[in-house]
């Protein structure tokens, strides 16, 4: 039954490449028929100042690893029986990012309906059993031969209580608040628009966040 579902999950997935998602937006970007570009941020805010010792060392270690963000384009086929079915397609397009610290990011992309499938820390630095894991924490859309400004994405993580984490070392430590503003003039200037009038008809489409999400921990993964 698991090789049935695996195999079925492969289908549905495809073969996929992963592309780097640059900070800088390409001369050539958006070039290709049938693709265009998207622009945006991502920032994974981690208090500083923590009172509680016992919370601050699973803070710390949040500050201590790198992570990426993983985008991928999907459509969703009719109901068969009540029951949706998501397909993936084409490649999967990498952010990575510290914590503290905006990302910024121009992506060029075939027309479609895109997902921040997960979050997940990049390396495997800091040996903590508590680990960020976010799954489908935002979407988005790319419409061809347009740019179009998504906003900036920020996550914020909050720890459940000490005793709680000690109870469920392994499943949930707590959730985290997603959410996107609109830095528009800033980020465009980071990507290399900084010329006001090569920003005019640039379309404003905020990724959807999703909001409150938990957090799940699989420290192997």
Request: some cysteine.
């Amino acid at each position: 039954m698991r090789l049935i579902l695996l195999t079925i999950l492969l289908m549905l997935h495809g073969c996929a490449s992963t592309i780097h998602a640059p900070s800088k937006l390409l001369e050539t970007s958006g070039t290709l028929q049938g693709h265009g570009v998207v622009v945006g941020s991502i920032l994974l805010s981690v208090p500083t100042e923590i009172s509680d010792q016992r919370m601050k060392k699973h803070y710390d270690a949040l500050r201590g690893e790198r992570y990426r963000a993983i985008a991928r384009r999907y459509v969703v086929h009719p109901s068969i029986l009540g029951i949706s079915r998501v397909e993936y397609l084409g490649d999967k397009y990498e952010i990575d990012f510290e914590p503290g610290i905006e990302r910024h990011f121009a992506i060029s992309a075939p027309e479609g309906t895109y997902s921040i499938l997960d979050v997940w820390p990049n390396t495997n630095v800091v040996s903590l059993q508590k680990r960020l894991c976010i799954q489908f924490p935002a979407g988005f859309r790319v419409d061809s031969g347009k740019i179009t400004y998504i906003g900036q994405l920020t996550i914020t993580p909050s720890f459940t209580s000490h005793d709680v984490m000690k109870m469920m070392p392994d499943i949930v430590v707590g959730a985290v608040m997603t959410s996107v503003s609109d830095n528009k003039g800033e980020t465009m200037n980071f990507v290399g628009m900084s010329n006001s009038d090569r920003t005019i008809g640039i379309d404003t489409h905020l990724m959807r966040a999703a909001g409150k999400l938990l957090i799940n921990c699989r420290p192997n993964y």
